[in-house]
Structure formats: C-alpha cells, structure tokens
C-alpha cells in the first residue's frame, strides 16, 4: 500500500463528509457542486495555506508538525480513531519507513498462553492487527468454532467474514462485523502500511469481496476496546456478550480479548453450557496447521 494514495484517499474522503453547515459555514453553502467542503475550506479552517494544504491532501505529509495535524483533525472534525489513523499515516510518511517487508510470524509468549489458560469461566484469544486468530483459551476456541472450522493457519477473521458463507449465521449482525473487521485493517494500514502479509490479505479480499471491496474504499476507521458483540453459536444458539480489548504492550501489534456474560443472565447460562461442550468437543490442537499429507 502506498503511503501518499492512503493518505490522499483519507483527507479527499475525510473533506467530503463535512458539510458547510456542520462547519459552521453555511453562508457557503448555496452553489456547490459537492455536499463537502472544498480544499480552500479546510484550509481555512485548519489555518493554512490552501496551496499547502493541497499539497497534504495529494499525500505528502512528511515533517508535518502536530500542531498542524491537530489543526486538520479538528477542522476535518475527526473522531479519536481517525486521528490515530492520521498521525499515524504522518509518522509512515517520514524517512525509513517505506520498505515493503514480510514480518516475522508473531508468537504467543509462554506466559501469556499460561494466563489464557488459568482463564477457565471466560472466552478469551489473541489477535494480531491483520486479525489472525493466534490462540484462545478452550472456552474462547468453543466459541469461535465456526471460524476455527477452516484448518488454513493462521485462522482470519477478516477471511472468514468475507469469504465463508458461515459467516452471517455466526454473526447476528453481519454488517457490523464486517464494518469493525474492515476498519481494524484500515488502522492497521496506517500503523504498518508496508507490512506484506497485510497487503496480501487485502488483495485477496478485494479480488473476492465485492462487500470489502466497497467497504475498503470508504477509508473508515474505527478503534475496537469494548462493547457488544452478538454471536449465533450452532451449539448454545443466540449470545450476546461483553468483549474487553487489552493491547499487549511486550507484543506490539497483539490484543487479548475477553468475552463475558453478566452472572445470571441467559448468556451466562449459554457460556456455562459451552463450556461443558467445549470439554469433549474442542481438540488441545484446534489452532495449530493440520500436518502435510
């Protein structure tokens, strides 16, 4: 992914969902060919130079100051995710940062598969930023089932959104999913925009998607730390569960997951169940690669 064409998509995308009205500008308002604002606008706004800010928007934001960064966002009305996103997009533009590399597989740390796995009464695993599914308590592979049922490793939650019809029925409500999963990569393209195992992972989506396609074209972007998430289990039925996202600070790129029910309540119930399931039906190898034939 090129740093300038992201860049330039995010800001053209970013000033076309601003109308004079939510600026404050109304008075502008009569005589446009576009609902957006327009480079002139922004730049105002932002208190720069139209040709400079023309010059950021055709995706040159290398030596950017913050001050000019905040200045964007808040003239471009920017939510947190999407100023993470630009100073993000900000600090891949600088010098060093532009050689396509192919990462090293991430591991999960001895200690850290320890502690997924003293985490007996609640669903839990590890994700990377391109949304590989790394390891899981038993629990949190029982729930996930559906989705480890595909013995490609890693396993992808982007992939098996888009790609295996099981999706929708695990997903309640499939669109949101497929919202959160495009705009977690859109993050990611940001923080690691030369990263190949995520280019490759998009290419193959937008070949084979045309709902990722369009959804990747949009440029969204959204953080994911907590919340609910609705799931239609082919063993417990219809759960709805709490989810905690915490970023591993020793393994950059990594988040645990934990899932949770209030005590009492038919999802509570509902993971008691699974687990009982989980204990005869989940194999101790569900998320290593089936050996070569």
């Known amino acids: 992914m090129d740093n300038s064409d992201e860049v330039k998509a995010f800001l053209s995308t970013r000033r076309a969902k601003i109308s004079p009205e939510q600026a404050g500008m109304a008075h502008y308002s009569r005589n446009r060919r576009v609902?957006?604002?327009?480079?002139?606008?922004v730049a105002d706004l932002a208190g720069v130079s139209v040709e400079y800010y023309a010059r950021l928007e055709r995706g040159n934001l290398a030596g950017v100051s913050e001050s000019v960064l905040d200045a964007l966002a808040r003239a471009l009305q920017l939510d947190e995710a999407e100023r993470v996103h630009l100073?993000?997009?900000?600090?891949?533009?600088?010098?060093g940062t532009r050689a396509r590399r192919t990462p090293t597989p991430q591991q999960v740390r001895p200690s850290l598969a320890r502690i997924l796995a003293g985490m007996t009464e609640v669903p839990a695993i590890v994700n990377s930023g391109t949304l590989d599914l790394l390891t899981a308590n038993p629990l949190g592979q029982a729930l996930f089932a559906p989705v480890l049922a595909d013995r490609t490793r890693p396993v992808n939650h982007a992939r098996f959104c888009f790609l295996d019809p099981h999706a929708h029925d695990f997903w309640l409500d499939w669109e949101r999913a497929a919202d959160d999963s495009v705009a977690a990569l859109r993050l990611e393209a940001g923080r690691d925009p030369y990263n190949k195992r995520l280019t490759d992972l998009v290419g193959e989506l937008s070949t084979r998607s045309d709902a990722f396609r369009v959804r990747w074209a949009a440029h969204d972007v959204r953080l994911h730390r907590t919340g609910i998430k609705s799931f239609h289990h082919p063993v417990v039925g219809d759960l709805h569960l709490?989810?905690?996202?915490?970023?591993?600070?020793?393994?950059?790129?990594l988040s645990l997951i934990a899932f949770s029910a209030d005590a009492g309540s038919p999802a509570?119930?509902?993971l008691r169940v699974l687990a009982s399931w989980a204990a005869t039906h989940v194999p101790a190898d569900a998320l290593t690669p089936p050996k070569p034939v």
């Open 87 to 95: 100073a993000d997009l900000a600090r891949a533009a600088g010098p």
């Open 268 to 270: 509570d119930d509902s």
């Open 242 to 253: 709490s989810y905690e996202v915490m970023e591993l600070a020793a393994d950059p790129g």
């Open 35 to 41: 609902p957006g604002l327009r480079r002139s606008e």
